[in-house]
């Protein structure tokens, strides 16, 4: 016989969720499992009085992820693009300049026969 899983929130005393997880519907669930899916356009749900809600607004959220993402930029990673760019610029302008020099070399060369 197969067994029907669905998805299911786990959620602490405040409503926020800890834990995604799956759950057979037709077991005995824990008051802090819900099986009731999120809606669309809640941003952080919290599971209040038996239905979710939006712990913040849109703005907040972005605000909120914005600063997340500035906190967490590996600034080590983005200058070790950045210095390899360098690197790179010079070796590409290495190669101009041991080209000119060989062009002189062999022009120079040429005159002298």
């Not at 602490?12 to 824990?30: F, H, K, R």
């Not at 010079?90 to 022009?107: C, F, K, N, S, Y």
């Amino acid at each position: 016989m197969n067994q029907v899983l669905t998805y299911a929130y786990k959620v602490n005393e405040e409503g926020y969720i800890i834990d995604a997880l799956l759950v057979n519907p037709n077991d005995t669930l824990d008051d802090s499992i819900v099986i009731t899916p999120i809606p669309p356009g809640l941003f952080e749900p919290v599971w209040v009085n038996g239905k979710w809600i939006s712990s913040m607004t849109e703005e907040e959220f972005v605000k909120k992820q914005q600063e997340y993402e500035s906190a967490n930029k590996p600034d080590n990673i983005i200058l070790g693009q950045q210095l390899t760019e360098r690197e790179l610029e010079a070796m590409v302008h290495g190669q101009q300049i041991t080209d000119l020099e060989l062009r002189m070399l062999m022009i120079e060369m040429g005159a002298s026969k």
